[in-house]
């Protein structure tokens, strides 16, 4: 698979500041595949920015345009900072902040992107209702590894059966990349 430039420039520098678990190019080429899809007007948000990779990803979905809105949140100072030093399209918005704060504010968005603890490991509910009608969760990071703790395995199939068998979603896990569980919103 061909990684797009600004991708690589985005990940050399996520791993260069220490960063290790970036959004891996088979996720990515899914995210950029299904923002390419969202309709003008459409808004995408990420929860969990971390060093960038996932945002890179997104925007060469959308193959410059710009009538869509990409939102990502990153909680640490630090990472915010990284992610923010690079020239991004004036559509994409870098919030330092609480993800869940972001979602609560009343928007609605065409697709989420979770990847923080925040919205995905706890506040789950929120981020499906933050989802437009036909919008669509993407949670990625779902096959755990080796070295992962029995508590956060056993919490990683909560959230599996949550999404899988949330009423308001129709859900599908795939083994692609690090295992991606997709949803998309029914309509209210």
Request: glycine share 12%; hydrophobic share 45%.
């Amino acid at each position: 698979m061909e990684v797009p430039n600004r991708v690589q420039t985005v990940a050399a520098a996520a791993e260069a500041a220490g960063m290790v678990s970036s959004c891996v190019p088979e996720v990515g080429a899914l995210l950029a595949t299904l923002a390419a899809s969202i309709r003008p007007g459409g808004r995408i948000l990420e929860l969990g920015t971390g060093g960038g990779v996932g945002v890179a990803w997104l925007v060469h979905g959308l193959r410059g345009r710009t009538d869509v809105t990409i939102t990502s949140v990153e909680i640490d100072a630090g990472l915010h900072g990284l992610t923010a030093s690079h020239a991004w399209p004036a559509n994409v918005h870098l919030v330092h902040g609480d993800a869940l704060e972001v979602m609560e504010a009343g928007r609605y968005w065409q697709l989420v992107f979770a990847d923080a603890p925040a919205g995905k490991w706890y506040g789950l509910d929120t981020t499906i209702d933050s989802l437009a009608d036909e919008g669509v969760l993407v949670l990625d990071d779902m096959v755990p590894p080796d070295y992962l703790a029995e508590a956060d395995r056993a919490r990683m199939a909560e959230i599996r059966s949550a999404v899988l068998g949330d009423d308001r979603l129709v859900s599908v896990e795939l083994t692609h990349g690090s295992g991606v569980v997709l949803g998309a919103r029914m309509p209210r």
